[in-house]
Nanobody, 125 residues
C-alpha cells in the first residue's frame, strides 16, 4: 500500500482544513487507518484512527470534538476534517495504514506498516 497525503496549508486560528490520504492497491478497505502528527522538536503523536469499515473511530483528547476522521473505501481515501484549528495544531500530518489487532492498540505507531509522506499544517494566531 502506498499513501499520498495532501490538503495541508496555512490557516488562521479558528479556521478549518481537510486533509486527504489516497491509497494505492486493492487492499485499502482491509486496513485500519490513522493520522499522526509531528511538531518541530517533538515526537510523532497519534491524532485519529478509523477501523476498516468506518464504524469505529478514536481521537486524541487534544483534538476530540474538533477533528473528524472518515473514509471512502470506494475511493481508497481517508480524510481528516479539522475545525477550530489552534496554533498548537501546527505540525506535519502523516497518514498511516495497518492492521492494529484490536481496539487497544490504535494509538501505537509501530502497529502501522505503511506511512504517507506527510503534509504541513500551519495555524497562525
Amino acid at each position: 500500500v502506498q499513501l499520498q497525503a495532501s490538503g495541508g496549508g496555512l490557516v488562521l486560528a479558528g479556521g478549518s482544513l481537510r486533509l486527504s490520504c489516497a491509497a494505492s492497491g486493492r487492499t485499502f478497505s482491509r486496513y485500519d487507518m490513522a493520522w499522526f502528527r509531528q511538531a518541530p522538536g517533538k515526537e510523532r503523536e497519534f491524532v485519529a484512527h478509523i477501523n476498516w469499515s468506518g464504524d469505529s473511530t478514536h481521537y486524541a483528547d487534544s483534538v476530540k470534538g474538533r477533528f473528524t476522521i472518515f473514509r471512502d473505501n470506494a475511493k481508497n481515501t481517508v480524510y481528516l476534517q479539522m475545525n477550530s484549528l489552534k496554533p498548537e495544531d501546527t505540525a506535519i500530518y502523516y497518514c498511516a495504514a495497518g492492521s492494529v489487532g484490536g481496539p487497544l492498540f490504535y494509538y501505537v505507531r509501530n502497529k502501522y506498516d505503511y506511512w504517507g509522506q506527510g503534509t504541513q499544517v500551519t495555524v497562525s494566531s
